[in-house]
């Protein structure tokens, strides 16, 4: 828990920092900004007390037979609200000689990543309508220059992203056609309608030489429906792109898609 003391000072820290600056700056865009740096400050402050605390807490529960604490470490995660340092206690477990942040375990933070979980969410979600140096550059208005990163951290986090999408694109598909397991079926249909297309797009250059890749898609739905008076839209769409071969590509769709639609008696169009 807490100190009571720290929570205090914070709380007042931001409620004197309000006042001051809706009293004192007279330009309403200067107040917006400093007001948005202001909370970002003060979060970043009461989530180091609160990471500490928890820190002490995973101290004072571990086995301590097994866990012996070696010194601290700091760590700098980069989150929407700035940079965040966390200092922290490294063990050492004495069975396997191997070493351990608990903290970082407790809070879900992978090993060596700089970037916090919703700031690669969010990278990821931009980088999706946006070249990498645009989405870096957007998050750095966004957040008034107070995230910094770069194009090829963007990259990175996209390439995971992908990586473990991939894997479970392949697990279902496997499961299905390989294991023989029976997927469990969602929705129920009269009539799925589905469509398939691919777009060539140029890759990143191999020995001096650029290469093209072949993007496949697949979207799935349940009809037509009037949106609009001359605009019809598709009826609980889904879509699926991959980069995989053609069979493969199918498979991994039918399974994809028996996660949303009861396939196992349904009409394909």
């Not at 402050?45 to 990471?51: E, S």
């Not at 020995?207 to 429906?225: M, T």
């Amino acid at each position: 828990m807490w100190y009571i003391r720290e929570a205090v000072e914070v709380v007042l820290l931001l409620a004197r920092g309000i006042y001051e600056l809706v009293t004192e700056v007279e330009d309403y865009a200067e107040l917006e900004a400093r007001l948005f740096r202001l909370v970002q400050e003060v979060t970043c402050r009461l989530l180091g007390a609160c990471y500490e605390r928890i820190d002490e807490q995973l101290m004072r529960e571990r086995d301590r037979k097994r866990l012996k604490v070696v010194h601290f470490k700091e760590r700098t995660l980069v989150t929407p609200f700035g940079e965040l340092r966390i200092k922290r206690r490294y063990y050492r477990d004495v069975e396997t000689g191997k070493g351990r942040f608990l903290l970082d375990e407790a809070l879900g933070l992978k090993p060596r990543s700089r970037l916090s979980p919703l700031l690669v969410a969010l990278a990821i979600r931009i980088a999706v309508e946006l070249p990498y140096h645009r989405t870096a550059s957007l998050l750095a208005d966004i957040t008034l220059r107070t995230v910094e990163i770069s194009h090829m951290e963007v990259w990175e986090a996209c390439q995971e992203a992908g990586a473990v999408t991939e894997r479970m694109a392949e697990g279902r598909r496997r499961a299905i056609f390989e294991l023989g397991e029976v997927p469990a079926g969602g929705r129920q249909v009269d009539r799925l309608y589905v469509e398939g297309d691919d777009v060539s797009i140029p890759g990143r250059p191999v020995e001096g030489k650029r290469r093209r890749i072949s993007v496949k898609l697949a979207v799935g739905y349940e009809g037509k429906e009037q949106v609009a008076k001359d605009r019809k839209a598709l009826a609980n769409r889904r879509v699926v792109a991959g980069v995989v071969d053609g069979p493969t590509f199918w498979e991994q769709t039918v399974a994809d898609f028996a996660g949303t639609w009861d396939t196992s008696s349904r009409k394909f169009t």
